[in-house]
């Protein structure tokens, strides 16, 4: 069972930053973690969970949410086993509950989210 650990989530004012990390381990056997496309989503209060940015097992294709194009960014360290989001001009409308996605094949693993409120 793979495990994700997120951390960086936080309380920030309009307009600032953050920058999401999501950790992974416990891969199945015979994977690694360049096995796996990655993906942030986000699950703001009263609402479904929705796909924020995705990346692909190498990195070669990354995709968006039009709401946090242009603002956001993710990456992955392959040696470090651990994806990245980094938020930028952050809004109101961006507070939520982040939580990172391990995907290969048919199997999705999650992690246990972390709090993103963007408040003045």
């Known amino acids: 069972q793979v495990q994700l650990v997120e951390s960086g989530g936080g309380l920030v004012q309009p307009g600032g930053s953050l920058r999401l990390s999501c950790a992974a381990s416990?891969?199945?056997?015979?994977?690694?973690?360049?096995?796996?496309?990655m993906g942030w989503y986000r699950q703001p209060p009263g609402k479904e969970r929705e796909l924020v940015a995705g990346i692909s097992s190498v990195g070669g294709t990354t995709n968006y949410a039009d709401s946090v194009k242009g603002r956001f960014t993710i990456s992955r360290d392959n040696a470090k086993n651990t994806v990245y989001l980094q938020m930028n001009d952050l809004q109101p409308e961006d507070t939520a509950v982040y939580y990172c996605?391990?995907?290969?094949?048919?199997?999705?693993?999650w992690g246990q989210g972390t709090q993103v409120t963007v408040s003045s």
């Open positions: 416990r891969f199945t056997y015979g994977t690694t973690f360049s096995s796996y496309a």
């Open positions: 996605k391990a995907r290969r094949q048919s199997n999705n693993y």
